[in-house]
């Protein structure tokens, strides 16, 4: 079973990028060429059939850019039934365009209920159920409930070759109010960081990159934290998110890769898919070249990563 780690890195080398763009569809957000094909506006299966066109011409436009996509289960949730019907077509789709998949759920819970969760989205679907609707290629998982509540997902993706990303130190601007607690002798974004260290190079989980299918999350708006966690885990990939929208830059997510060029998946979401919403493409393109915006974004996110790694 070939390592979570080394295929995210063989997806990264060929299209050249570390870049990943966030699916989060905000239904108000979609344009209107779109949503004005609903009938029923109201209605959840209405609003998740116009999802569902939406992330559908996002994958498309994206898929020759960039390695990878990472669907936000929220925005799919809330739709109801019809939503999570529309966010397993959006993990289809992304893996038939070879795109490495990364279900953002931050699952986390023990026993029973995290075997489930991690049955749920990382493969390991019973013999006599077939549809495995829900499957990435690797997930986030909440380490607040402890070893107890990540072990049953670092076990299904030993098993299944997929992998998991840890919330470490996150790009939320509250983040702080727990995550840089000082527990004992450090901060506790440090405590988790040495935990995942810990898990990720356990027996049979490092591939042959020198990387671990256990990750983290590691926010680009905290460049000083990333450095250190760097350090702290030499040998996990992180999945960055904060770049674009929410501030970070180039600049910003230096410090989360290795001196290799190695170790690091940097994700956009608002910045790339709303690209028209925002500047300079509002001006340049409008809604009505919507599609032209999100492109012209996602190849900017891509020189804009390639600059800072000369």
Not at 6 to 15: F, G, N, P, V, Y
Not at 74 to 86: C, D, H, I
Not at 129 to 157: C, M, R, W
């Amino acid at each position: 079973m070939e390592n979570f780690a080394d295929r995210l890195i063989a997806a990264i080398e060929t299209k050249g990028t570390p870049a990943c763009v966030g699916i989060d569809p905000v239904y108000e957000l979609i344009p209107a060429e779109i949503t004005r094909c609903a009938k029923e506006p109201c209605a959840a299966g209405a609003r998740a059939a116009c999802v569902m066109a939406f992330h559908e011409e996002i994958i498309e436009i994206v898929a020759p850019h960039v390695p990878a996509v990472k669907p936000q289960v929220a925005f799919y949730e809330m739709m109801g039934a019809a939503g999570m019907a529309a966010y397993a077509d959006a993990l289809r789709r992304a893996a038939q365009k070879g795109l490495i998949v990364i279900g953002d759920v931050k699952r986390g819970d023990i026993g029973s209920t995290a075997q489930a969760y991690a049955a749920a989205h990382l493969g390991e679907i019973p013999p006599h159920v077939h549809d495995q609707l829900f499957v990435a290629d690797a997930i986030t998982v909440n380490p607040y409930l402890g070893s107890d509540g990540v072990k049953p997902f670092i076990e299904a993706a030993r098993r299944s070759g997929r992998g998991i990303f840890v919330l470490v130190k996150t790009s939320n601007k509250s983040s702080g109010e727990f995550q840089d607690l000082v527990a004992g002798d450090s901060e506790l974004f440090v405590k988790v960081a040495g935990k995942v260290n810990e898990w990720g190079t356990q027996p049979g989980l490092i591939g042959s990159r020198g990387y671990s299918c256990v990750g983290a999350v590691v926010g680009a708006t905290y460049p000083e934290q990333a450095a250190r966690l760097r350090k702290l885990m030499p040998a996990a990939y992180f999945l960055v998110p904060g770049y674009g929208a929410q501030g970070g830059s180039a600049k910003h997510v230096a410090p989360c890769f290795n001196p290799d060029g190695l170790g690091a998946i940097v994700n956009s979401a608002r910045g790339i898919i709303y690209a028209w919403t925002r500047s300079p493409y509002k001006e340049r393109f409008g809604e009505a070249r919507w599609r032209d915006a999100v492109e012209a974004a996602v190849k900017d996110m891509v020189a804009d990563l390639m600059r800072n790694e000369e």
